[in-house]
């Protein structure tokens, strides 16, 4: 069984690779996949656990569209079979909420690794709120009509939908 952590929180990134790395080391370390994304353009806790399920799915169905796992989670979140698509979700210079994807058998043992990367732990940073709701909007095409039939507070099943539709787009 596969299991996943989620770590939230702030850093400040003056060099994205060198950041990446350090996340992809303590990957190797743990024998866990480790993958950083842009936590203020996910839907929450459950957009999360449903992409990174999806994308552990594809991976030992052998239906995977990337090489590599944490890309699979990025592109199960951001629900487009295009990479540079998925890349949107990612990291940038400069103060960042991030979520740290944690995936393996083992990921209790990054955990803390994880949180040492980060400059503050704020779990909150991951949840959803409605001050995501303009960008979410945007990056994953939902309309107001849509939002004016569902509400609101439905907008991350509206996402988490986007991320399932890539399943028949493969």
């Known amino acids: ?56 799915e594809a991976f030992r169905e052998k239906r995977n569209l990337a ?27 400069g103060t960042n909420n991030v979520a740290i994807i944690i995936v393996g058998d083992e990921p209790g043992c990054a955990e803390d690794k994880a949180r040492a990367a980060l400059d503050r732990v704020d779990e909150k940073v991951v949840d959803y709120d409605h001050r995501k709701d303009e960008a979410l909007m945007r990056l994953y095409d939902i309309t107001p009509a849509e939002v004016d039939i569902v509400g609101k507070e439905r907008i991350p099943l509206l996402v988490r939908e986007r991320s399932a539709l890539l399943e028949f787009e493969k």
């Open 1 to 56: 069984m596969t299991g996943l952590i989620i770590v939230g929180g702030k850093v400040e990134i003056k060099d994205v690779k060198a950041f990446i790395g350090k996340l992809t080391a303590i990957g190797k370390e743990c024998g866990v996949t480790v993958q950083a994304v842009n936590a203020d353009l996910v839907a929450g806790r459950g957009h999360i656990e449903f992409a990174s399920d999806k994308a552990v």
């Open 67 to 93: 090489r590599d796992l944490g890309m699979e989670i990025m592109l199960y979140l951001r629900g487009r079979r295009q990479i540079e698509k998925a890349l949107e979700l990612g990291i940038r210079e």
